[in-house]
């Protein structure tokens, strides 16, 4: 059996080491992840966990886990957020379930657009609650921003059923961190299949520069199609947020050096699908 021990804090910055153990165990028939001891799991990572888990369900092949600590704070947290429960996994279940509404946002499986509509509501409940003093064009364009990434899995990755999306907020650190993954075809994959774009890009990176900066979709003339990763770029700048994006074998992020706004590209580990990660403060920058 193969075993792939949970990286913590599993956030943003510990993908990297995620995309490489899971590029190298994630076809493994008997595959076992081990939830270690002071685990601290954030959405960022529940989200590619589920999109992992739901992508071997899909094959035909189960994943089972290791609970060190079946009274951890990580292990009530998946608890709370519905994570075993919406992927299938049983685990013990005494825990004290919170009201969710305004504190964080249950993990959603985006299967269909009803479910992208679902989890924009509840986003922009949770945003209202923990953003008291944010503008209201802020909250408006983090409600369209989490609808049209969420209809984006259901319309474009050819995988929706390995698609999913949560929030939460961190009232100690003053930040919320809102996140989505899946499976599917990946940016690059998508974008070729756009009559107007198709043969001039070959490598991830491009691709996700692209979407980011032009807001292209696959479909070209679908409305707001395609919109969502450049106004969620722009948003992160205006909140002066941390935001990660990858497909295949390109990581992409953005964020504030020395004062100024800049973009990173890293190569990563194959990760079949899409990520996306904004980690923002609760309040937009002043200036």
Partial sequence: MSRITIPSPFGPLNALRWFAD????SDDRDLELELPAGLFVAPAGVAL????????????????????DEG???VRYLQRIDFFQRLGVSVDSKFKRHDPTGRFVTLGNIGDLRAARDLADAARTFVEMQLPGAPPS?????????????????????RPETGFGLAQGFPASNRFQLAFADAGIGFLESLQKNPEISGRIDADA?????????????TPGRGNMGLGLSVLRDLSDR????????????????????GKRVSIVQSVERWQGAWICLDSPVLPARG
């Fill in 206 to 218: 491009d691709a996700i520069q692209l979407a980011t900066e032009q807001g292209l979709s696959s």
């Fill in 22 to 25: 899971w590029s190298q165990f």
């Fill in 72 to 74: 951890s704070d990580a």
């Fill in 49 to 68: 966990l589920a999109a992992g888990i739901a992508d071997r369900s899909n094959k035909g092949v189960t994943t089972k886990f290791h609970i060190v």
């Fill in 239 to 258: 909140l002066s947020a941390d935001l990660w994006i990858a497909s295949g074998n390109a990581l992409w992020s953005r964020k504030t050096v020395a």
């Fill in 138 to 158: 802020v909250i408006r364009s983090i409600h369209f921003v989490v609808e049209e990434l969420a209809a984006n899995i259901v319309q474009h990755s050819g």
